[in-house]
């Protein structure tokens, strides 16, 4: 195994490039000759030296923000990110990360990144039309049959091309982090489309949920996710749509009572490097920091499962009702925008490959 250059250092070597003994050490045989075969092993051996000491490559510091509490599975998960990708580089590259939007929310975190300001995010794929307009297929209601579905999807062909599709922001998806199935929580219970009439509803910034919500009778309101809890407290909002976890990690088992599982997107977390970022990584740095990502997103499919089950408990113990409305009422109702993007060129491929997974 080759010496490090801290190796070279602590090592005294002799003529022979071999350690010194403690009787050879300094000038005491100065008036020594040293053979031809000698001075040419010093040679090579200082020759080795100088090529060992050459200085190290810089090392590379990346920031990595997001708006999620650091108790989240997406928080840990990224936190295994961060300890393989500085292991597997040897310590040449190093990993921040930011919780609790200390940075800014999602939309915030986005523009940092796409203008170099911040090297990594977490985003929603329904906000990720700034990357590509393939990230809208998660928003398309009920396309997604069931977890198994949304497993095969983003593991496979589909996912893979979303994550590697080339968009304006110059932005690469590095994988997939589970945030479960979006349901409508709120006050008043949730049986049908019907109950949704009138209520204002908590959406993401995209067009797509404002206009789902829309097409269902009730007011889209899009937050950001960070005031949420207030909007729903102080009655600015009357509910929303999210996955189980929002109310404990959001708190909004406290100031909701009713959570109708209608499951009608699955739409996952991305997490994201920057352009400028990526393009500075020699190639086996980004090999590492998409292993690295792939590893973190099995280990936060598991704490994924955890969080789920311990969410539903604690917002039970808060006094949250859970029920299963039918969803037959809310496809139907939803049938027509599902049609219109099967005409979109983009997505009609792409959902005709999902829909056959």
Not at 106 to 133: F, I, W, Y
Not at 179 to 200: M, N, Q, V
Not at 264 to 273: A, G, N, Q, S, W
Request: with cysteine; charged share 20%; hydrophobic share 45%.
């Amino acid at each position: 195994m080759a010496l490090s250059v801290r190796e070279v250092g602590d090592i005294p070597v002799n003529g022979r490039g071999m350690p010194m003994r403690g009787d050879e050490e300094g000038a005491e045989h100065p008036a020594r000759p040293p053979s031809r075969r000698g001075v040419l092993a010093g040679g090579a051996a200082f020759a080795a030296a100088g090529l060992l000491a050459r200085p190290a490559r810089a090392a590379v510091r990346l920031r990595l923000a997001h708006g999620l509490p650091r108790a989240h599975p997406v928080h840990r998960a990224m936190l295994h990110f961060a300890d393989l990708v500085s292991e597997r580089s040897g310590g040449e590259i190093t990993v921040t990360l930011y919780a609790d939007g200390v940075l800014g929310e999602e939309p915030t975190l986005l523009d940092q990144v796409r203008t170099g300001t911040l090297d990594m995010t977490k985003a929603s794929a329904s906000v990720l039309d700034v990357v590509s307009p393939l990230y809208r297929l998660f928003d398309i209601p009920f396309l997604l049959r069931d977890k198994e579905h949304w497993r095969k999807v983003v593991s496979g062909a589909p996912g893979e091309r979303i994550l590697q599709a080339p968009g304006p922001s110059g932005m690469t998806g590095l994988c997939f982090y589970d945030a479960g199935a979006r349901s409508f929580y709120g006050r008043r219970p949730i049986a049908r489309p019907e109950d949704l009439a009138g209520l204002k509803i908590r959406v993401q910034p995209s067009p797509t949920m404002v206009r789902m919500v829309q097409t269902l009778g009730a007011e889209a309101v899009p937050l950001p996710w960070g005031v949420v809890y207030t909007a729903l407290q102080t009655g600015l909002i009357d509910g929303a749509e999210n996955n189980l976890t929002a109310l404990i990690y959001g708190r909004h088992a406290e100031v909701t009572r009713h959570y109708a599982y209608t499951e009608h997107t699955m739409v996952p977390d991305v997490l994201l490097i920057g352009a400028r970022t990526w393009a500075a990584l020699r190639p086996p740095l980004r090999d590492i920091v998409r292993a690295a990502a792939a590893e973190s997103a099995m280990l936060q499919s598991a704490l994924w499962a955890n969080a789920e089950e311990a969410s539903r408990a604690g917002a039970e113990r808060l006094g949250v009702v859970f029920s299963y409305p039918d969803k037959a009422p809310f496809i139907a109702r939803l049938s027509a925008m599902r049609r219109e993007f099967m005409t979109d060129p983009t997505l009609a491929p792409l959902i005709a490959q999902v829909e056959g997974a």
